[in-house]
Each structure stands twice: as structure tokens, then as C-alpha cells.
């Protein structure tokens, strides 16, 4: 946890700031306006390539058909029905469990980030009335 504070504050310092004339088009996370998930919403709009491709490999991880992950939690449950030991059951519960809280916890993410409005996020409507107030700020410089 220590390592990971001293590279995000080296990372931080090291990386450039952006300025309002050095870019016409914001990346993703200005765009969103947040990097935490509290904060986080709007993902989708901002850019939906990005939500297909955290879409994609959630649904492969919760065993959603037709993908890969399903194949092999339904493979894994049918070993351990027919072992039809006490063991073999409470383990086949167990990975049931774990595969339906992997699901609701990646749904939820993917709700939060992806489909909730940026200003419905705590703080969203602060960072939306930013964005418009540096837009028309920097139109005003312009003239």
C-alpha cells in the first residue's frame, strides 16, 4: 500500500498538467470529472468504446452466456454434482455464490460508472457547471 502511495504521488507530480489552449479535447477522465467510483458517472457518453470493453470482460467474469466464463462455471458445477460428495456440494455452492456477487458487484460498478449522469454523481452538477463556465470562459478569450 506504501508503494502504491509513493508511485500514484510520483505520478502525479510527474505528469503534465493540461491548460485549456494546450487541449482542444479532454481525455476521458476530465471528461468524467472524477476518478474514484463515488464520483464517477457519465462513462458511457463520454466514451462508449470504453464501456463495451469494460462490458465485455465483466460479463465473462460474472459467466454470463455465451461467453467463455459460462463454459467453464457450468464444466466445474457438473464435475462437482457428480461427485455427489458433501464437499464437492458445499464447494459447487460456494463457486455459486461467488460467481452471483462477482456479478452483482460488476454490475453495480458499471451502473455507477457507465449509466448514471455525470450530475447525478455527488458533485457531478459542480463539475458539469465547471466545464460549462471554462468553456465560456475560453470562448471569451477568444474573441
Excluded at 458511457?44 to 467474469?61: D, E, I, M, Q
Excluded at 457507465?114 to 470562459?137: K, Q, Y
Aim: charged share 15%; hydrophobic share 50%.
Amino acid at each position: 500500500m506504501v508503494h502504491q502511495r509513493l508511485c500514484a504521488s510520483e505520478w502525479s507530480a510527474a505528469k503534465p498538467r493540461p491548460s485549456a489552449a494546450a487541449s482542444h479535447r479532454p481525455r476521458t477522465s476530465w471528461q468524467a470529472g472524477a476518478s474514484t467510483l463515488r464520483r464517477l458517472g457519465g462513462l458511457a457518453a463520454a466514451s462508449p468504446l470504453l464501456a463495451v470493453l469494460f462490458l465485455l470482460p465483466a460479463l465473462n467474469l460474472g459467466g454470463i452466456p455465451p461467453f467463455s466464463g459460462f463454459l467453464g462455471k457450468v464444466a466445474l458445477l457438473q464435475a462437482g454434482a457428480q461427485d455427489g460428495s458433501v464437499l464437492a456440494w458445499v464447494l459447487v455452492g460456494g463457486s455459486v455464490t461467488t460467481s452471483l456477487l462477482t456479478l452483482y458487484v460488476l454490475a453495480r460498478v458499471y451502473s455507477k460508472a457507465f449509466w448514471r449522469s455525470r450530475a447525478d454523481a455527488p458533485e457531478g452538477a459542480l463539475a458539469v457547471g465547471g466545464r460549462i463556465a471554462e468553456t465560456i470562459a475560453r470562448g471569451a478569450k477568444r474573441r
